[in-house]
């Protein structure tokens, strides 16, 4: 005949009891084993799960509480660093957009400065292009002797109208050499003389 097993701890029909120790000579079974190692409690031992005097639901309620007001410890500390962080910004804004003004000012500044010393160099250009003769005395040596043959003259003679000597007369026609600046007015005045004017000059350079 099959032995039917004990009942264990939380079955109903589970009294408490322990199961009577095995004769001698007979082998303990898992139920003997089991009921060895965890005897049963008696229910008015266990406290009761909603009880308030329960000391696990006393320390899980302090825990909550703990909890509660760490979270909401850090949320302020929190709150308090972002409210920092936020007035140093709004400070470092506002001084950013007074120096961009000044900077605009001094560029504005520095731009009509500009304008100013444009207008300045231009108007100095244009004086001294005004102050500049109208028609530049232009030399040239095959225009020199074709004007000393006109007015009939030797290179000795050229020379004294001009106050230098015939070689250097000979030296300007041939290109070896060109006159001073100081001597274009005196060789372009040659221009408006006739053989006659030329001539009297001569005689009066001569006399």
């Known amino acids: 005949m099959k032995r039917q097993p004990l009942p264990r701890q939380g079955h109903p029909d589970f009294d408490g009891a322990l199961p009577a120790a095995p004769r001698p000579g007979i082998k303990m079974n898992a139920d003997h084993a089991l009921a060895r190692r965890h005897?049963?409690?008696?229910?008015?031992?266990?406290?009761?799960?909603?009880?308030?005097?329960?000391?696990?639901?006393?320390?899980?309620?302090?825990?909550?509480?703990?909890?509660a007001a760490l979270k909401e410890e850090i949320a302020r500390v929190a709150r308090k660093e972002v409210r920092s962080e936020t007035q140093k910004l709004k400070k470092a804004s506002v001084q950013h957009r007074t120096d961009i003004a000044a900077l605009k000012r001094r560029v504005q500044a520095l731009e009509q400065q500009v304008a100013r010393l444009r207008k300045a160099a231009e108007k100095r250009t244009a004086a001294a292009t005004t102050e500049q003769p109208a028609s530049v005395i232009r030399f040239s040596a095959?225009?020199?002797?074709?004007?000393?043959?006109?007015?009939?003259?030797?290179?000795?003679?050229?020379?004294?109208?001009?106050?230098?000597?015939?070689?250097?007369v000979y030296k300007w026609e041939d290109g070896k050499t060109r006159?001073?600046?100081s001597q274009m007015p005196a060789i372009a005045s040659l221009?408006?003389?006739?053989?006659?004017?030329?001539?009297?000059?001569l005689s009066e350079l001569a006399g």
Do not use: F, I, Y
């Open 179 to 181: 006159p001073r600046a």
């Open 39 to 67: 005897p049963a409690r008696p229910m008015s031992d266990v406290p009761a799960v909603d009880d308030p005097v329960c000391p696990r639901t006393e320390k899980t309620r302090t825990m909550s509480n703990v909890a």
């Open 142 to 168: 095959k225009g020199l002797a074709t004007q000393r043959q006109r007015l009939g003259l030797s290179a000795a003679e050229m020379g004294a109208l001009l106050g230098v000597s015939g070689q250097s």
């Open 191 to 201: 221009r408006g003389l006739g053989k006659r004017a030329a001539a009297a000059r």
